[in-house]
């Protein structure tokens, strides 16, 4: 976002234009930004063959989906529906990596039958997998290192109680379950979740990885998943990508002459990728002084935006209507009927009923996360594509929210 004579524009649009043109609360995207993100990746691992998979949770838009493919990713689909959206969007099967948490076998065989590759995540599946497809299908194998990413729980997955991925430790167990079934393990994944705050951890994770992948003979790819952290505030630490990207290169470069073939070395990149292509725009409401706080009340909620309620995630806010306005100290709240602050003591040009409001790193588990909670519409998405916006999402209607309800003529 940049202010251009007073007025602030994202890639050339005029964003207060753009409020007026498709209303509020509504999120908008710099596809320019995502791929000047994706290209900081390609770059930053010289030597190895980079297979980049966008994890399409983080924003699940299929028009950014078949962005992304043209950009030359492939996708990371948590569900079968993910894969479904992806195959839609244009994808081919083996450029999507099917990594499920917790899901039943049934819907492993609907990916299998989809022709997606398959990332499986417990003992359990890995016996029944290895029983039905024997060798015929090439599955990638979870393994959680139990290194600990970051200080939020919520967010990082390879802890020591954390549900995801075969432990590290019963290795020896899937070597005999691999054998046992003839399964062709084709590739090793972590994932040790959001927020990797500097490069000796995610290296500590490789090493692991590594250790384990001498044993497994017929792998073609490791699967480093993601944790690259950007910044949400001035002075947050965040993956310094080319530090990181020399570093791996050159073990994983390493490991290949040991293990004596040429492995590809994915990633699988959510936040890093869409988090701050993203703004998030909503109108302010109502302005109400109490006793102890200034309220700056707008036009959405923890049904739009739940990452300030549920992680205590920090977005910065910058009121794009009064780029000159004297700073004045306020809450941010939503409208839904219950607690749902955005953020406390923001310092904002002064804040005036009508001002919009642009919340920042919005593209990443913005949108995804959003609900009907309050029976509210969720927002419209636009995508910003070389100075022109496309409107990529409707806002919803009343007949949105009944679509699904069944009417039993009481
Ligand atoms: C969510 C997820 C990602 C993406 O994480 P980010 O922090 O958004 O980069 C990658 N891989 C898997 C398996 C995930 O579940």
């Known amino acids: 976002m940049q202010l251009i004579n007073g007025k602030y524009h994202l890639d050339g649009v005029d964003l207060i234009e753009l409020t007026q043109e498709f209303d509020t609360p509504v999120y908008v995207y710099s596809a320019n930004k995502m791929a000047e993100q994706v290209d900081k990746l390609n770059k930053a691992f010289p030597g190895v063959k980079l297979g980049l998979h966008y994890a399409c949770k983080a924003l699940s838009n299929i028009n950014v989906l078949r962005y992304m493919k043209k950009l030359g990713t492939g996708l990371d689909a948590v569900s079968i529906q993910e894969v479904w959206l992806g195959l839609k969007a244009g994808f081919e099967p083996d450029q999507i990596l099917y990594t499920p948490n917790g899901v039943s076998m049934e819907e492993i065989d609907m990916a299998v039958k989809e022709g997606v590759k398959i990332n499986i995540d417990n003992i359990s599946i890995l016996e029944q997998f290895g029983a039905k497809y024997g060798r015929k299908v090439p599955v990638c194998i979870r393994v959680n290192p139990h290194i600990m990413a970051g200080g939020n729980a919520k967010i990082s997955t390879g802890h ?8 590290y430790y019963q290795l020896r167990h899937v070597d005999r379950v691999v054998k046992l079934y003839d399964i062709n393990v084709e590739g090793l994944h972590m994932h040790t979740g959001s927020d990797i705050l500097d490069a000796e951890v995610f290296l500590r994770g490789a090493e692991l990885l590594f250790e384990a992948a001498i044993d497994f003979k017929e792998l073609k790819y490791m699967d480093f998943g993601s944790g690259f952290k950007v910044a949400y505030k001035e002075n947050d630490i965040t993956t310094d990508i080319n530090d990181i990207g020399h570093q791996i290169a050159e073990r994983f470069i390493n490991f290949c002459s040991k293990y004596g073939k040429e ?91 009508g001002d919009i409001l642009a919340f920042h790193n919005a593209g990443a588990y913005g949108i995804s996360m959003a609900s009907n909670y309050n029976s509210r519409f969720r927002p419209a998405e636009v995508l910003i594509i070389d100075g022109k916006a496309h409107l990529i999402r409707r806002r919803e209607t009343i007949e949105d929210i009944l679509n699904t309800q069944v009417d039993i003529k009481l």
């Open 160 to 167: 020591i109680d954390s549900k995801f991925g075969i432990s």
């Open 263 to 353: 492995l590809e070395l994915w990633f699988e990149p959510g936040k890093f990728l869409v988090s701050e292509s993203g703004y998030f725009l909503v109108k302010t409401n109502v302005v109400k002084q109490t006793t102890s706080t200034m309220f700056a009340g707008v036009d959405s909620g923890l049904n739009h935006l739940i990452r300030p309620m549920l992680y205590d995630a920090y977005h910065k806010i910058t009121n794009i209507s009064n780029p000159s306005g004297v700073e004045r100290i306020y809450a941010v709240v939503g409208y839904i009927c219950e607690t749902d602050t955005f953020g406390w003591d923001r310092k904002l040009n002064e804040v005036r009923e």
